[in-house]
């Protein structure tokens, strides 16, 4: 079978080949047809096959850490080491050691995964993951109890997707912090291109996590996340890719991020807490969604322009969604409770202060008690549907009546008088 060769090894005995500077240019540069156990170390040399670069035996097993190939020769590299396409016609492949692309310290790592994994295994108290360069690839965060990690981008680019194990633990004093990262990409770039992995940042129920991390539970409990100073940018055509999705979990900080062509900032399901504050959006269908969960959601100063809702809260919620200082404009609905009579929260969104720009939406059933609750902000809906939802002593007045802006006004009078 193996007639053009350009080294053969065959079947008889065992056999521990070594090749250094050997030159080959065979239709099968190196063929292993022997049924008995070999090994073969690589470590430099050229060898092209028109048909076949290596075929290995099915005892062979080879290690290459050098050499010029005319296929990519990575799976059977050593550790550490992998092929590079050296752009050439035809093409071939060199055999080098790997970058190293995070440092823990001054020990430096070739993934982010295998930095990750050493500070799980072996390391307790503050310790910071620093990248060394742009990456491509998707890594498995689990939270430690005794673990206080911060993934450190230095503006460094992630082009993957980052998920998060939170050891299922409903309390914890320690934290994970993603600072100063660039996260670029669209599904196809992570662990799956489905839900609950359409997000740079994903906490899925541990009982779909990638083996081996797979555990057997429905509950996540990602805790004390902080995700600060960092950018979310999807090259996707569509608007598919979310920049924080988290299917349960607690005391989660969003700040200082921005983003951009994203289906949304943050999709929060069974989330205990939150904090938005000083993101930017632009370009993308929504900003927030909450679903279920309960506590509060501090929502300020953000900025955000889309399609969708800049803020929606669905599900059987008892979540207070907190807004404060932002600036928020919507071609659709800028603010929903509910979601066509489905997903019916008890929650409410409370809104301080601000611009509103996108209608106002409540979308639940007769006995819902969830509500809206104005205390101050503009809003480009009518004054009928402002004054629906303003808080007990306030009222809405038409500050543009040409374009129905509306500004919220506490009717001091009324206080007053109630105060007697």
């Not at 049924?35 to 470590?43: L, R």
């Not at 927030?288 to 509060?296: A, L």
């Not at 979308?363 to 808080?391: I, L, N």
Request: glycine share 10%.
């Amino acid at each position: 079978m193996y007639d053009d060769y350009g080294i053969r090894v065959r079947a008889g005995r065992n056999k521990n080949i070594v090749l250094e500077n050997d030159t080959v240019n065979a239709p099968n540069a190196i063929v292993f047809n022997n049924t008995a156990s070999s090994t073969a170390t690589i470590t430099g040399g050229k060898y092209i096959g028109s048909t076949n670069t290596i075929t290995p035996g099915s005892n062979t097993e080879i290690t290459i850490t050098g050499g010029t190939y005319s296929s990519d020769v990575t799976p059977e590299c050593a550790p550490g080491y992998a092929a590079y396409a050296n752009g050439t016609v035809p093409e071939t492949w060199t055999v080098g050691p790997m970058p190293k692309v995070a440092k823990i310290g001054s020990v430096e790592y070739t993934s982010l995964q295998a930095a990750l994994d050493s500070a799980h295994a072996n390391m307790t108290g503050d310790v910071t993951i620093e990248l060394l360069k742009n990456i491509t690839e998707y890594a498995i965060v689990r939270q430690k109890l005794d673990l206080n990690l911060t993934i450190e981008g230095n503006n460094d680019t992630i082009f993957g997707q980052i998920i998060v194990d939170g050891d299922s633990r409903y309390n914890g004093p320690d934290e994970l912090i993603f600072q100063n990262i660039n996260f670029v990409g669209e599904t196809s770039d992570f662990y799956s291109t489905t839900s609950p992995y359409d997000a740079f940042i994903s906490a899925p129920k541990p009982n779909t996590l990638p083996s081996p991390y797979t555990r057997g539970t429905d509950y996540n409990y990602c805790h004390k996340i902080t995700i600060s100073n960092c950018s979310f940018t999807s090259t996707s055509s569509a608007l598919d890719v979310v920049a924080f999705k988290n299917t349960s979990g607690k005391n989660i900080i969003i700040q200082d991020c921005k983003g951009d062509n994203l289906h949304s900032l943050a999709q929060f399901t069974g989330t205990e807490g939150a904090t938005i504050t000083n993101d930017t959006i632009t370009n993308s269908e929504n900003f927030v969604n909450i679903s279920g969960g309960s506590d509060d959601f501090s929502i300020s100063n953000n900025f955000y322009t889309g399609t969708g809702y800049a803020v929606r809260l669905v599900g059987a919620s008892g979540a207070e969604a907190n807004l404060s200082d932002n600036n928020f404009t919507s071609s659709g609905k800028v603010l929903m409770l509910g979601k066509n009579g489905d997903y019916n929260p008890s929650g409410h969104i409370n809104v301080a202060s601000g611009t509103y720009n996108g209608h106002i939406s409540k979308e639940t059933v007769a006995t819902s008690t969830a509500a809206f609750v104005f205390t101050g902000g503009t809003f480009s809906e009518s004054k009928a549907v402002v004054d629906s939802w303003c808080a007990p002593g306030y009222y809405a007045i038409e500050n543009d009546p040409d374009a129905a802006h509306c500004t919220l006004y506490q009717m001091y009078s009324l206080i007053s008088n109630a105060n007697g």
